[in-house]
């Protein structure tokens, strides 16, 4: 990978980035049973490609530069937010402002966040790995995330493992491909092997991060590793997802402008299967050991569910814009509920899009540099974005109506025969609109709420509803809560500790979070 970068620092253009996407080895990818010779060209990926494609353009606007890049503090130029490590609020803050204002404009996955989040969680768990084993693997991380800053490289996080029968442990799988393992320790690497899925924006990233995907016992030594891998590294397969709006792509026939995509960008999402894959030693950031993989993914979700609570803001913005842009369409603005859904649909952007702030500046420096948000506040936010961007998808529906629902296609709105006809229906009736108009405002909704992933993104994405609750669980200081009740109630009789107590309260300022040291390893 060496994308010709004289004259634009460390930061590649847009055709910078198509070109080194075009330059990588020939890749396995499949997609309704057919093998995909480019993806750069092939119709279901031109909104997913050209999503990623407007991030590297964005990058070289003056109004947008400080928003998605930053001094490296390795490197004497700028890098993109994506490549660099969150070293403090500031920083934590305009991951949240980069994410919302990104998903304004594109309304999907920027492609290039959750390698950002691998770096946030395996920067710290290195470090805490050599403080306590003696192990080398912050250097050799940091050495990887140099390359990538150099590079300007799009990373993804492979989290998600298959994993078969969820009550088993992954050695215990009937299936050892269950969750990614190490096939073979040699002297100068790693083999390894098995089923990440889900993986969004992974056809593509110049690199794919490896992480586990829970917690493990020593048992599952063998599935305990993380490492990065170039996405054209022979052994890999790809298998495209499919969305409800696939095969649109192939009547437009790649214009992306077409209205019935809704709109010009999109993400995908990939099931890829590792067989026997090398890794060489300074890729593997953690191999077997198994006591650090919680902490890894402590350090990854405070990161990653955060930024989840930006990116739903910005959706749940575009979806508010367009519900309001209908109502104005066929006259219902005023109407008093419809103010009151399109109200409650801004005011749910400001919800997710404050808790991500919020856990950004309540967050701690962890001795490695690294800024780890609030932890409790954090998956508060993911959880918040599994529930409240649902209501905002039943009133953006409400507002777009049966016949939005139910709208012709664009070719028959062009059709010589039933054009005109299906025109005038559609009509908005305000002489500012057309029906091609309605229809784009349509699609766009359609395209939010069932026609791509991006409800399945708020749902899944980062992790589900529980997955949040029980990491939310694990940092509420729940004997501080029922130590609160105990003073206020006289239940605690001995005055000094209640007096104590109090002083305690005010050092916490507010927090019920149980920790701003870190997560214990288990022994
Ligand atoms: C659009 C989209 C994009 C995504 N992008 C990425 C990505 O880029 N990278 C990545 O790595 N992953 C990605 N994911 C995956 C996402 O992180 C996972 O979907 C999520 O973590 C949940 O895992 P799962 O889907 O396997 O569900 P599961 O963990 O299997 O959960 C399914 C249900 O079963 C319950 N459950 C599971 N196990 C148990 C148990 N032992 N006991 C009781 N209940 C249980 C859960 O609470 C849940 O209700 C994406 C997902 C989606 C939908």
Redesign the pocket.
């Known amino acids: 990978m060496s994308p010709a970068k004289e004259g634009f620092g460390m930061l590649m253009t847009k055709q910078q980035f198509q070109d080194s996407i075009r330059a990588r080895k020939p890749m396995n990818v499949w997609f309704l049973g057919e093998k995909i010779e480019d993806v750069t060209t092939y119709p279901p990926l031109a909104a997913s490609f050209n999503a990623i494609s407007k991030i590297y353009e964005l990058q070289h606007r003056p109004d947008w530069q400080d928003l998605i890049t930053v001094p490296s503090h390795m490197l004497d130029e700028r890098v993109s937010i994506y490549n660099a490590p969150l070293r403090s609020a500031e920083d934590a803050n305009r991951k949240t402002r980069a994410a919302r204002a990104l998903a304004e404009v594109i309304g999907c996955?920027t492609h290039r966040c959750?390698g950002s989040e691998a770096f946030a969680g395996l920067g710290p768990a290195c470090y805490d790995m050599d403080h306590d084993l003696g192990t080398n693997y912050f250097e050799r991380f940091m050495n990887f995330l140099k390359y990538v800053q150099q590079n300007d490289l799009t990373c993804?996080?492979?989290?998600?493992?298959?994993?078969g029968l969820?009550?088993a442990p992954p050695h215990a799988q009937a299936d050892r491909d269950s969750y990614v393992h190490v096939d073979e320790v040699r002297e100068d690497g790693i083999v390894i092997s098995g089923f990440?899925?889900?993986?969004?924006?992974?056809l593509f990233a110049h690199e794919i991060v490896i992480v586990p995907?829970t917690n493990m016992k020593p048992e599952d030594k063998d599935f305990a590793v993380a490492c990065a891998v170039p996405a054209d590294t022979p052994g890999l397969t790809f298998v495209l997802g499919r969305t409800p709006q696939d095969k649109r792509f192939f009547e437009v026939e790649g214009d992306i402008e077409g209205i019935d995509l809704g709109k010009q960008y999109a993400?995908h999402?990939a099931l890829v299967y590792f067989d026997h894959v090398f890794v060489p030693n300074e890729r593997v950031f953690l191999c077997g050991e198994t006591q650090y993989v919680g902490r890894l993914l402590s350090y990854f979700t405070a990161v990653h569910r955060l930024t989840a609570g930006g990116c739903k803001a910005g959706g749940c913005s575009a979806l508010c814009g367009a519900a309001s842009l209908l109502a104005d369409m066929v006259g219902v603005q005023k109407a008093g509920h419809i103010r009151t859904k399109l109200t409650e649909m801004a005011m749910t952007a400001e919800t997710v899009y404050g808790l991500s702030i919020a856990s950004g500046v309540e967050g701690f420096q962890h001795p490695s540099g690294f800024w780890i948000p609030n932890p409790l506040m954090s998956h508060t936010c993911k959880y918040t974005c599994t529930k409240i961007p649902f209501d905002a998808v039943r009133y953006a529906r409400d507002i777009l109506a049966g016949f939005g629902e139910t709208a012709p296609s664009e070719l028959d709105m062009r059709n010589p025969e039933v054009g005109e006809l299906c025109q005038r229906a559609f009509n908005p009736g305000n002489p500012k609109y057309n029906a091609f108009d309605r229809l784009r405002a349509s699609r766009f909704i359609e395209h939010m709420v069932r026609g791509s992933?991006w409800t399945?993104?708020a749902?899944?994405?980062?992790?589900?509803?529980?997955?949040s609750t029980v990491m939310a669980r694990m940092y509420t200081d729940w004997e501080y809560l029922k130590g609160l009740v105990k003073v206020a109630t006289g239940i605690e009789t001995d005055a000094q500790k209640a007096e104590e107590f109090i002083d305690t309260i005010g050092k916490r300022q507010g927090r019920i979070c149980t920790t701003l040291d870190l997560p214990k390893v288990e022994s």
């Open positions: 996955c959750t993804t996080v492979t989290v998600t493992d298959v994993k969820r009550t990440k899925c889900n993986q969004t924006g992974i995907t993400d999402q992933n399945a993104m749902l899944h994405g980062g992790g589900n509803q529980e997955a």
